[in-house]
Each structure stands twice: as C-alpha cells, then as structure tokens.
C-alpha cells in the first residue's frame, strides 16, 4: 500500500497544534494507550501532541507499537502526566513510546526521532519482560540532529528489555528528576538485553537525574547482558555524557 502520514494541517512547523487527549474507562492496565499501531506498514506520526485526561484510569503507554514496519514517530510531543500508572508494577511494559517485542511480535524500521515526552514511567520502552526480540532490527531511537527529549521520568529515560538487533540510541537528551516515590533504581539509558548485533548507544546526554530509594541504584547510562548470558555484548557505546 501507499505510505500514510497522520501530522498537523497548516503551516508547516506551526507550533501549537491541537492535542489528541485520551480518558480511558478501562481498568486493564496492559495495553492502554493513547494510540496503538499493531501490524501497520509505511506510517508516520509528524508533528502530534498526545495527552491523558485527568482522572482517567491507568494509560500505561503514549504510542504502542507492536509488529510494525517502516514506522516513523517524529517530532511529537506525548505527556503522561495524568498516567496514574506507578511503579513498581509490570514497569517493563509502560512507556511514552513502547514497543512490544518477542519472538511473534516483529517489529522492523522503526524510527523514533525529536520526540518530546515528558513525565513517563519510561520515556522510551522496548520490552517483553526479558523477551528474545531479536528478529526486530533497525530501530533508531534518535539520530545525529534527531534525538529524542525525555524529562521527569520515574524508571528510565530509555529502557531496553529484550533483544534486539541492529538498535541505535543516538544523541538523546535526558534529564529530569523523578516524578513519583515509588521507583527503587533510576537509570538514565537502562539496556540488559543489547546481545542482538548491531546495537550502538552514542551522543547521548544524560543529566540532572535523581533517585527516589535511599538504597537504590543510580546509573546514567547502564549496559549489561542478562545473567547467565554467554553471549558476546555487540554494542557499540561512544561519546555519551552523564553529567
């Protein structure tokens, strides 16, 4: 089929377009999202603001993304303010923009660039709970000039939590203290799963975090391999900054 774009009328760049606000009644937390594309080809979102009405039930997600290609979200601004969704439960599967990721749910090309999301419980979130997501490839979370602004986060700005391959986080911008007390550790860039070939973390800029447990971890910028992994960390990491 053709490619679709779904962006402001008008002037281009324009500011101030209208915001798509979402009052959920639903009280299954999974799955509630402001909008979802599942199974979508050639799509892009330029340009939207997206927002939770206020005493709604829990949104756990801004933009869902599930077996999706060639998808492109770009200089949106999503605000989870009014997510009324806390840790510590099923942390993995919340975020601005989420990605869902297991052996049946492929996503491919995916391009997140200049997105504005603002108090998440993880601005940015690729996951199945530790799932093998390794036939997803090519999904950039920013680029040079491109990069994503995530602030008041209450987990991690970004969170990768299953493999994927060929990943690129490339010159993000992350800051801003925790919105919620509930959150134990507090990561700038969380990623335990980069053993997919490919990945690259790179021009990232992690400051002004804080952490909400006196006894919890506190990282700018965490890559690791899950437990028990003999798998070699293909990951690239170079010239990021925490300060």
Same mark, same amino acid.
């Given at each position: 089929?053709?490619?679709?774009?779904?962006?402001?009328?008008?002037?281009?760049?324009?500011?101030?377009?209208?915001?798509?606000?979402?009052?959920?009644?639903?009280?299954?937390?999974?799955?509630?999202?402001?909008?979802?594309?599942?199974?979508?080809?050639?799509?892009?979102?330029?340009? *939207? %603001?997206?927002?939770?009405?206020?005493? !709604?039930?829990? #949104?756990?997600? =801004?933009?869902?993304? @599930?077996?999706?290609?060639?998808?492109?979200?770009?200089?949106?601004?999503?605000?989870?303010?009014?997510?009324?969704?806390?840790?510590?439960?099923?942390?993995?599967?919340?975020?601005?923009?989420?990605?869902?990721?297991?052996?049946?749910?492929?996503?491919?090309?995916?391009?997140?660039?200049?997105?504005?999301?603002?108090?998440?419980?993880?601005?940015?979130?690729?996951?199945?709970?530790?799932?093998?997501?390794?036939?997803?490839?090519?999904?950039?979370?920013?680029?040079?000039?491109?990069?994503?602004?995530?602030?008041?986060?209450?987990?991690?700005?970004?969170?990768?939590?299953?493999?994927?391959?060929? *990943? %690129?986080?490339?010159?993000?911008?992350? !800051?801003?203290? #925790?919105?919620? =007390?509930?959150?134990? @550790?507090?990561?700038?860039?969380?990623?335990?799963?980069?053993?997919?070939?490919?990945?690259?973390?790179?021009?990232?800029?992690?400051?002004?975090?804080?952490?909400?447990?006196?006894?919890?971890?506190?990282?700018?910028?965490?890559?690791?391999?899950?437990?028990?992994?003999?798998?070699?960390?293909?990951?690239?990491?170079?010239?990021?900054?925490?300060?």
């Amino acid at each position: 089929g053709n490619p679709v774009t779904f962006g402001r009328t008008g002037t281009a760049g324009s500011p101030d377009p209208p915001v798509l606000v979402i009052d959920s009644t639903n009280n299954a937390q999974a799955g509630n999202a402001i909008i979802k594309l599942a199974h979508a080809k050639d799509i892009t979102i330029d340009g *939207l %603001k997206f927002a939770i009405a206020a005493n !709604s039930l829990p #949104i756990v997600s =801004g933009i869902y993304l @599930d077996s999706d290609t060639n998808v492109t979200i770009q200089n949106c601004f999503v605000d989870m303010t009014n997510t009324t969704f806390n840790l510590p439960a099923n942390y993995w599967r919340t975020g601005g923009i989420y990605i869902f990721g297991d052996p049946t749910h492929v996503s491919n090309t995916i391009k997140l660039f200049s997105n504005t999301i603002t108090n998440a419980v993880s601005g940015i979130d690729l996951a199945y709970n530790g799932g093998d997501a390794s036939l997803s490839t090519g999904i950039e979370i920013g680029a040079f000039g491109k990069g994503n602004t995530i602030n008041n986060f209450q987990f991690a700005g970004i969170h990768i939590n299953a493999k994927f391959s060929n *990943l %690129k986080i490339v010159g993000n911008e992350i !800051s801003g203290a #925790i919105t919620n =007390g509930n959150a134990a @550790d507090v990561y700038g860039i969380k990623a335990t799963y980069l053993t997919g070939m490919g990945n690259v973390v790179a021009y990232n800029k992690v400051h002004n975090i804080s952490q909400a447990a006196e006894n919890g971890t506190l990282s700018g910028i965490y890559l690791s391999n899950p437990s028990g992994s003999t798998e070699d960390n293909a990951c690239l990491l170079y010239t990021s900054r925490c300060v």
